[in-house]
Each structure stands twice: as structure tokens, then as C-alpha cells.
């Protein structure tokens, strides 16, 4: 539930563009969390391995939502905006990884 109310949260504040810009921030603050928690999983014990289990697949799998960002570059490509499609998929991807692999080297 902390997650998905964080994402209304970042959406409320986030207004509507030609992008969905509430979504691609979503996606790559999650991804950037997933990445240093993942990161830090390497000394899980059994006490943090249920904490761990929380905060990634509680918490963040309710934050980020691929699901939405599919959704929109299709309604995207529906209204016929294939451009702003084009560039959601690329964002989205390339921000998500590189704040992926921002959080796993803030570990390091």
C-alpha cells in the first residue's frame, strides 16, 4: 500500500504533458531503489531477508507500475502521437536502467 500511494502521490503532483511524466519518474526513482536494495542484498540474513521482501516486492512492486507505462505508449500510438511513443519508450527504458545501475554502484 506505501508504494501505490506514493505513486497517486508523484502523480497528483506531477502534471499531465505530451508524455507521461509522473510515470517515467515513478519507473526510474523505483528502478534507482531496486537497484541499491538489490545492491545491498548480498549480507540478506533471515531477519532482513523479510524486510528486503517488503521494501522490493511490497513497496516498490506497488511504485512502479510497467503496466501503466505500457497502457500509455499504447494510448500514445492510439491517438497517434507514435513520436511521444517513441521517446516514452526510450526514456522510460534508458532512465530505468541507468537508475537501476546508479542505485546497485551507490552500494559499492
Known sequence: ALGSVARA???AVIPA???PWATIAVNSAGS???GWL????LTVNDTTL??????VAGVCGGFTTFSSFSWQ????MQKGN???AVANVFLSVALCLAA????WRLTR
Open 73 to 76: 505508449t499504447v494510448d500514445l
Open 32 to 34: 534507482l531503489l531496486i
Open 100 to 103: 537501476t545501475w546508479c542505485g
Open 82 to 84: 507514435w513520436g511521444a
Open 9 to 11: 502521490l508523484v502523480s
Open 17 to 19: 504533458g505530451r508524455l
Open 50 to 55: 523479510r524486510a528486503h521482501s517488503f521494501w
Open 38 to 41: 538489490m545492491g545491498r542484498s
